[in-house]
């Protein structure tokens, strides 16, 4: 059975039994700073296991993309191990419990995928008496075939009730297959055993307690039921292989990743093993940055880097020192595109990102090689024989170097590394790993937590109304929720309606104010969570009370030109799209009162007549003054109607689009004008790279675009002034300028040259003579860095040996330049001089063994820094011969 088919009917068997079929989130969790990725099908329920979410349903079936890297090293050795995988799950949020559960768990594997009964076998928590009664009494599970285990294996979180941490938790019951019927020789050979001759399928917690100070176990008044079953295992064991590699989830990209190494892969050996990390981490990767998550130092950036990184040097281990990761997405994309068809549109740019991450890394790894030779030539100079764990940690951290790639280049100079110290640099980054990973403290605290549930979450009135009156539902301060404000103090009010926009999707907040008999609070910012518009500010009159009516009033101007900008950035999407290319999507933005920054996948510079292509077409559709026109809809049928969505959003069923006559047609919730009129103007003010594949633009619209444009012609009108020439003559007569002042200059540094030439000439007949070579070191009064340069150089070319070190000073700072015939040079460096005497005059420098200058602050202390310099030189040439 196929995994695609296994998918379908899980979803399928728990909707006819009441479950709600729910998109998976994103891998970048919404609203949840505790976790750095999802890593379960729960993270998304959190508030609705609280009994605080607002979802319209008590059952839920969901397939949820996961990504964990807790367990990194044991991917390719391990048969189920893996950093991105997929979760079915079914859910309870205070309906049914253990019963509905296991019976239904049965009936799935049994009845549905035809599973053998005498081949499952299940685990419970040793206290867990009702699981076990269920098992063993209601489903007829053997009763050799039920273990009962400690809290570590069978209860989540595990060791709470010894341990902690304090909240919801419960025992869970985990579902195991025998995929070969045949005992190990071990006693008990049962699924305690480590002989892999059991696969555990599924989990069902059973979430039933609230665990208290002293590891007291209160019954919680509604119990839920949270449940994941690994489809990757899954489909192991329906297609009847030993490991998740061996299905037709893996086996196409094994075979793909197989044929562009130019190896036959082997799945019993270690290159075999490197094989199938390849294809795991690059699945990773590319769900990473379908979701919106791009390489970087950072993060999630840097997880998904690190991924990267490893499949690389992998690829470079087994003969393949060119990029290879960026040709496995199409093998990826069409393998998953039956439940994911988002990949397959976003399959060019997901290549093309990886493409510049590998070419990113191959130089790195170059630049790694140099340090690598560095260190080694230290260890030499300090006759060491060990290269530090620190410094060894530092090649595979930043520069991608393995430690046995490390050893291997070290051996062959006769060195070691300290292996001690970099395991514990390692062990270090693991826990890091870890910490960053885990799916965090499942259930908030605070003050947001404790209004959930307790109030509605705020209306949403802004797309219609600039000012209404308003209850205030919550105040917070700080971290407490309190019943008043007192005047002078910060608060975030929750009301129950608004039109202030809480930041969302890239538009900042409103501001405004809310006001009262006797009193006042002026909002400086509003934000939006869970469903709840907190608008934060002073109260700067009276006494602001829960309960409390209250006029509420946003900024209008401020508020008008943030629309003006969040049209703006769809009608330049669109123009940049027309321009670019179809590969272009937002990756990102930010729309403020003042101007917006508008980011895109692209992967080269923008020329300049690019931009002003893109501005022309953005300020033709204003001038167009086309109907702006939000409406709601099906997500289905906005998709289906080619509406372009985010990559980086999560939508629910029903969502709003914004429609500008027939140029563009996106899913957003933010403010806009009526019609592209009112937008006036709009100037393309920088554009930049910020990513890999991801350029920026930052522009301004109505009145500051016409400033910008208004400046710029009073910049021209003073240029005509100053060049005495109307402004559409004004490139004619700057180029004729340009071009005297070209000959001037040509006129000016040959008759500088020829000045150098006779001052060298005046100088050399001042030379002094040590050991039979030339000596020059004069001050130059009124010469700058070139005319030092070029007197140098002539000196060079006339001498056959000597030194010059001369001084100028031109402008209020110093200059030193040295000249070391080649045949001193193994007794006096340029470098050496000038290192010597630059700090004297406030300043530094170098070059070469033959020649070397620097600059200095105080020209004053000039006679003392050559005087220095004669010292230096008269050193090293008495000896010489």
């Known amino acids: 059975m196929k995994a695609q088919e296994i998918r379908r009917r899980y979803l399928e068997f728990f909707e006819a039994r009441g479950h709600t079929v729910y998109p998976s989130a994103s891998l970048v969790p919404e609203n949840d700073p505790t976790l750095l990725f999802t890593g379960a099908g729960m993270n998304q329920f959190k508030d609705m296991f609280l009994g605080k979410g607002r979802l319209p349903f008590k059952r839920a079936v969901t397939c949820q993309k996961c990504l964990r890297t807790g367990d990194i090293e044991e991917v390719g050795a391990s048969p189920f191990h893996h950093s991105f995988f997929e979760m079915l799950g079914n859910f309870s949020f205070g309906n049914y419990f253990k019963a509905d559960a296991i019976k239904w768990a049965w009936e799935f594997l049994v009845d549905d995928m035809k599973l053998e009964p005498e081949k499952i076998w299940v685990t419970v928590y040793k206290d867990d008496d009702e699981s076990y009664d269920i098992w063993k009494k209601d489903v007829g599970v053997p009763e050799n075939k039920i273990l009962r285990l400690e809290a570590d294996e069978n209860f989540w979180p595990a060791d709470a009730p010894a341990k902690g941490p304090n909240g919801p938790c419960g025992p869970c019951s985990e579902i195991y297959v025998d995929t070969t019927g045949k005992g190990c020789g071990n006693e008990p050979c049962d699924p305690t055993c480590d002989c892999k001759r059991f696969v555990e399928i599924w989990n069902l917690v059973f979430t039933q307690f609230d665990r208290k100070d002293g590891g007291v176990l209160d019954p919680l008044p509604t119990k839920n039921i949270d449940t994941g079953m690994g489809l990757e295992r899954m489909a192991a064991v329906m297609q009847g292989v030993r490991s998740s590699a061996e299905t037709d989830l893996f086996v196409p990209i094994i075979r793909e990743a197989a044929r562009l190494l130019s190896i036959t892969y082997d799945k019993t050996t270690p290159d075999g093993a ?118 060894g940690f530092l090649l595979y951290d930043t520069y991608g170097f393995p430690a046995d790639m490390t050893e291997s280049e070290l051996a062959e100079h006769g060195l070691k590394l300290d292996q001690a110290g970099f395991e514990q640099e390692m062990a270090r980054q693991r826990r890091m790993a870890r910490s960053s990973t885990t799916m965090g403290e499942v259930f908030d605290t605070g003050p947001l937590n404790e209004i959930k549930g307790a109030i509605e979450p705020t209306e949403f009135a802004g797309y219609t109304e600039t000012g209404l009156d308003a209850n205030v539902q919550a105040i917070i301060s700080g971290e407490i929720v309190a019943d008043s404000a007192a005047e002078g103090e910060d608060v975030s009010v929750v009301l129950d309606r608004t039109p202030f926009y809480g930041a969302s999707g890239g538009q900042v907040g409103d501001h405004g104010t809310l006001t009262w008999e006797n009193g006042e609070m002026v909002v400086c910012d509003t934000q939006r969570a869970d469903g709840f518009v907190l608008h934060m500010g002073e109260v700067r009159r009276g006494t602001l009370k829960k309960g409390q009516a209250v006029n509420v009033a946003i900024d209008s101007d401020r508020r008008l030109a943030i629309r003006r900008n969040h049209t703006a950035t769809h009608l330049l999407h669109y123009a940049l799209r027309l321009v670019l290319g179809k590969h272009v999507e937002q990756a990102g933005s930010l729309v403020a009162p003042g101007r917006f920054r508008f980011d895109f996948t692209h992967f080269s510079p923008c020329k300049k007549d690019e931009l002003k292509q893109v501005e022309q077409i953005v300020n033709e559709m204003i001038v167009r003054n086309i109907p702006v026109t939000p409406y709601e809809t099906s997500l289905e049928e906005a998709r289906e109607a080619g509406v372009i969505a985010l990559f980086t959003e999560k939508y629910g069923e029903r969502v709003r689009v914004v429609q500008i006559g027939d140029v563009s047609s996106e899913l957003c919730g933010g403010t806009h004008v009526d019609h592209t009129g009112e937008i006036g103007l709009i100037k393309i003010v920088g554009e930049e790279s910020i990513a890999a594949g991801v350029r920026r633009i930052e522009a301004v619209t109505g009145s500051a675009a016409l400033e910008i444009f208004e400046k710029q012609a009073e910049v021209l009108e003073r240029v005509a002034e100053v060049l005495g020439a109307p402004p559409d003559r004004l490139v004619e007569r700057a180029t004729r300028l340009m071009a005297e002042n070209k000959e001037q200059r040509k006129a000016l540094e040959a008759q500088q040259q020829k000045s150098g030439a006779d001052m060298i000439d005046e100088i050399m007949k001042s030379a002094t003579s040590i050991n039979g070579h030339k000596v020059i070191i004069r001050a130059l009064p009124g010469s700058g860095m070139k005319q030092l340069r070029n007197a140098a150089d002539i000196f060079r070319r006339k001498v056959d040996s000597g030194v010059m070190v001369l001084g100028g000073s031109a402008g209020g700072k110093a200059s030193l330049v040295a000249a070391v015939t080649k045949d001193l040079t193994k007794r006096i460096k340029a470098g050496d001089i000038v290192a010597g005497i630059a700090p004297i005059v406030g300043g530094g420098g170098g070059g070469r063994p033959d020649m070397a200058q620097a600059g200095g602050k105080d020209p004053s202390r000039m006679s003392e820094a050559l005087e220095k310099a004669e010292e230096l030189v008269k050193e090293a040439l008495q000896g010489a011969a």
């Not at 970087?296 to 087994?318: F, H, P, Q, T, Y």
């Open 274 to 391: 490197k094989v199938r990390r390849i294809a795991d981490h690059t699945r990773a990767i590319v769900f990473c940055i379908a979701d919106g998550v791009l390489p970087s130092n950072k993060g999630r950036g840097n997880v998904e880097r690190r991924l990267l990184r490893r499949a690389v040097r992998d690829g470079i281990d087994l003969g393949l020192d060119e990029p290879f990761i960026c040709r496995l997405v199409p093998i990826i994309t069409k393998t998953m595109s039956d439940a994911y068809p988002e990949i397959v549109d976003r399959r060019e740019n997901i290549g093309r990102i990886i493409r510049i991450e590998e070419e990113r890394f191959h130089h790195t790894l170059e630049q790694g090689a140099k340090l690598l030779d560095e260190m080694i030539g230290e260890l030499k100079e300090k006759s060491a024989d060990t290269l530090s764990g620190k410094n």
